[in-house]
């Protein structure tokens, strides 16, 4: 009789551990920079984060070589699929985070990461067009991680001295933005709502508008109508968001509640980004608010995360 191990079961969803903290760490240092202080906690953040991946990277590629038709099963899976681009999305959140600190750093995580996603996103989307088992309640939030997830490249790329290619990327994930969010937007009001383990990944409609307004700003150097566009896109998707939050409350833990970390991390970017070309202090409270809920959030998740795990809770067959 076959007896499953936690390693056979380790998803690849775990990956949203790393997003969430590379957020946190990108805040907090985009919070330093504009109150002109240096808490000396980046490096710090930065190295947690990068241990986090390795570690989550080392036990995946162990599943890799001893579970490898698990892993197939979940490349071809039409939710668990789109958290594979989680891992190159990972590097590239990683090389934003080294990249005030150590460009030597940064620059190959960026090559890494940029080259992987394109791959990636050539794969799922090529899943997505030739699937033959896919169905309308399978689509959710977390889609836009492999083709939308574009847009975070020229946040680095820019000022690595990627122009071009950063404009390539972010008119994918722009393109595929678009096309999502109707889909998705379909999806929820004509079909059966989204399952409670995957609810969390609502969260997710925050991130492109707020990412891709960074993004934006990197690319054009200035404040346009679309940056607004963009900005304000996010910021109402925010407050859609949170005035739901008694629903999510009542949610039990899923993995999937690290689905809330790195999104809250980019509207709290863009708000702080939103200040220093403004200079309203409207933005600067509600950067500063969001940051403090942002931390909040992702020392509960980890609490939540570790006692899951240490209850075997995680890792398990679902």
Known sequence: ?????????????????????????????????????????????AGITTDVFLLLAATYGAKVVRYRSHVLNELHHPVKLNFFPAISISLLLLSIAFLPMNGAVSRPLWIFGASLHLIITL??????????????????????????????????????????????????????????????????????????????????LIAPPAVGFVAYLKLLGELDVFARILYFSGLFLTLLLFTQIGRFAKLRFFLSWWAYSFPIAAITIATLVMYEQKGSVFYLYTGSTLLLVLTVIVGLLIIRTGKAVYNHGICVPE
């Open 1 to 45: 009789m076959h007896t499953t191990t936690r390693l056979e079961n380790f998803p690849i969803s775990f990956f949203a551990m790393v997003m969430g903290l590379s957020g946190l760490t990108i805040a907090w240092e985009k919070a330093q920079h504009v109150f002109h202080a240096d808490l000396h906690i980046n490096p710090w953040l």
């Open 123 to 204: 794969y799922v989307v090529n899943i997505w067009i030739h699937h033959e088992h896919f169905e309308v309640h399978h689509l959710n939030p977390a889609w836009f991680i492999p083709a939308v997830g574009n847009v975070l490249v020229p946040v680095a790329g820019v000022q690595l001295g990627y122009h071009e290619v950063s404009w390539f990327f972010f008119s994918i994930g722009l393109l595929f933005w678009i096309i999502l969010l109707t889909i998705i937007f379909y999806r929820m009001l004509f079909h059966h709502p989204i399952n409670d383990k995957l609810m969390p990944t609502l969260f997710i």
